[in-house]
């Protein structure tokens, strides 16, 4: 969030804080989220990485007749 936008909130009364302060979650909590968060985007990143390479391989296989 820019600076901007995070005064405007705070002088209308709002609060702004982290998720981790929200949440009130401990630093095992915190870091067992960034872990799976690095987990799916790196699955994500190799399903698209083999997606890719089926495709290339077999160019009629995903087209719909």
């Known amino acids: 969030m ?3 936008k995070r005064e405007r909130l705070e002088a209308k009364g709002w609060k702004v804080s982290t998720v981790t ?3 009130e979650l401990s ?3 915190t870091a ?3 872990i799976k ?3 799916s985007q790196s699955l994500k990143e190799r399903r698209q990485k083999l997606m890719t390479q089926a ?3 077999h160019p ?3 087209k719909i007749p």
Do not use: S
């Open 2 to 4: 820019d600076d901007a």
């Open 21 to 23: 302060e929200f949440l």
């Open 27 to 29: 630093p095992e909590e």
């Open 32 to 34: 067992l989220i960034d």
């Open 37 to 39: 968060l690095a987990l």
């Open 55 to 57: 495709e290339w391989e």
């Open 60 to 62: 009629n296989f995903f």
